[in-house]
């Protein structure tokens, strides 16, 4: 029973914080980077097991470069682009943990950013730097990513085709993603709500 407890609770938690942070960027007439969904929900310790395990098995699979030629897919021979997928996308980081990573923010956020970042000298790929989350603001009317995420040292305006954008499900033709949590609130929401006017409408006869 305290296991349900806890995930009702967290639900109802959520529903109260996104209310408080809506009426806010309503007054102010912003819109909030980053609402914590992920940062409460790990402290559940079945939500950090889910996550963990879904994030990781994801994080074990082998990446392949393919090259759409003709309507067919084939594998390309780019070593570069072989050892950013699946030894080190980033200078501290190893392809295990950074596909952890993104698998974490699709989960929790419903999106991952990866941008491709260039030598200045040679002009080639020199890393995939995975975006902080709340560092990137979406704009879907103009298709345009605004990226500030300081400890990568990215800062700046992308169009689609200069970011990596993973998104989760989407809803209504978004380009937008939905995390996996936000979803299953909605769909809690939902139920019992419907088995609250049930109930009203049985005890009024």
Request: include cysteine; charged fraction near 20%.
């Amino acid at each position: 029973m305290g296991f349900w407890q806890n995930i009702a609770s967290y639900f109802r938690r959520e529903t109260a914080t996104k209310s408080n942070e809506a009426s806010s960027a309503a007054r102010t007439g912003a819109t909030p980077l980053f609402v914590g969904v992920g940062q409460t929900a790990m402290n559940i310790a079945t939500v950090f097991r889910c996550v963990k395990l879904l994030s990781e098995s994801v994080a074990n699979l082998p990446l392949q470069y393919l090259k759409r030629n003709d309507g067919i897919f084939s594998e390309v021979d780019n070593a570069r682009l072989d050892y950013l997928l699946n030894v080190q996308p980033d200078y501290a980081v190893n392809a295990f943990d950074f596909w952890r990573q993104v698998g974490q923010e699709l989960l929790l956020d419903g999106n991952a950013y990866i941008v491709p970042v260039y030598n200045p000298v040679s002009m080639e790929l020199d890393r995939l730097a995975l975006c902080e989350r709340g560092t990137v603001i979406h704009d879907t009317i103009n298709d345009r990513y605004d990226v500030h995420d300081l400890n990568n040292g990215i800062s700046g305006r992308f169009a689609e085709d200069e970011i990596i954008h993973i998104k989760g499900l989407t809803m209504r033709n978004s380009k937008h993603g939905v995390s996996v949590l936000t979803y299953a609130r909605l769909t809690m929401s939902i139920a019992a709500t419907g088995d609250q006017e049930t109930q009203n409408r049985f005890a009024n006869g």
